[in-house]
Structures are given as C-alpha cells and as structure tokens.
C-alpha cells in the first residue's frame, strides 16, 4: 500500500497551489480520503475530507478557499489550495479510511508534502 503526495511547494500569499495523492495497493474507490496538515510546532489537524461516495467535509480555517475531489479512475485524490495565507503552511498529508473510521483513525497514511506560503 501506499499513498504519495506531490504538488507542495513555496508561493506567495493569495496563491494557489494543487496537491495530489496517488494511492495504490487498495480499493481506493471504498475508501473515505482526507487531506490534513500539521504547522510547524503544532498539531496536525484535519483540512478536507471526501467520502467513497464523494460527500465532502472542510474545515472552518480553508472553506471557500479548498476544495477537495478525487478521481477513482485515476486512484488519485486532489486538493486545490486557492487564496493561500502564510498560516497555511504545513506539511500536507493524506490518508485513507474505510468503515466509517474517522480520519485520525485511517488505515492507510502518507508522508506528506510541503507547502510554505510566503507573506
């Protein structure tokens, strides 16, 4: 199994940025995928989620500004990062889950990617 991300790097605030996790080794299409993120110095906390059947849930801090989709054919999930902020930056990191299970929970984990937001 794995799930790699790309897409991360430096960009000046108001910005944008598409991120990308390729997953194999799994039936992607049952799974629920969530992009989340972890600050320098501080927790990692969730930042989209998107369900098997393509419900999709964001926090507070990055509605109307992310947006999450994914692409079964593709076994690939995407995150589109428009009007960046220097407190987006983070290593970005997905996951899979599958049960209900919630994202903190997930069955499958990336390693992330950087993204660094310049103000």
């Known amino acids: 199994v794995q799930l790699v991300e790309s897409g991360g790097g430096l960009v000046q605030a108001g910005g944008s940025l598409r991120l990308s996790c390729a997953a194999s080794g799994f039936i992607f299409s049952n799974y629920a995928m969530t992009w989340y993120r972890q600050p320098p110095g501080k927790e990692r906390e969730l930042v989209a989620t998107?369900?098997?059947?393509?419900?999709?849930n964001y926090a507070d801090s990055v509605k109307g500004r992310f947006t999450i989709s994914r692409d079964n054919a593709k076994n690939t999930v995407y995150l589109q990062m428009n009007s960046l902020k220097a407190e987006d930056t983070a290593v970005y990191s997905c996951n899979a889950a599958r049960g209900g299970r919630p994202w903190y929970l997930a069955d499958y984990w990336g390693q992330g990617t950087q993204v660094t937001v310049s103000s």
């Open positions: 998107i369900s098997s059947g393509g419900s999709t």
